[in-house]
């Protein structure tokens, strides 16, 4: 899945939207203003950034090689995902929609409603 393909697919989640951050090399996706994935516009190695419950994200790790903590928030419940040939797209939309439902999950209950 290359860069456009991700975020086609995190921009066809209900209510998502789009944003550029100051440094204008990270592409964050929003669900009602709070962030469920980042992806590194300007990268080497293709990857994408999720948030994560915590047993999902030892589970994860504990999976894939390409799952590690993200250095840029709170370990426990963002992880980066390296997009290499042990991730399938499948498996990739299944945690970017999980990061999702995780931000709506936590929305005031008449917004969660209007998004799922």
Known sequence: MNLEELREYCLSLNGSTECLPFDDVTLVLKVQGKMYAL?????????????CDPEKAIELREQFSAVVPAWHFNK???NTVFIDASISNVLLCEWILHS?????????????????
């Open 39 to 51: 992806i590194p516009l300007e990268s080497a190695e293709r990857s994408i950034s999720l948030k």
């Open 100 to 116: 999702y439902q995780l931000v709506v999950s936590k929305l005031p209950k008449k917004l969660q409603g209007e998004l799922l």
């Open 76 to 78: 426990k419940h963002w």
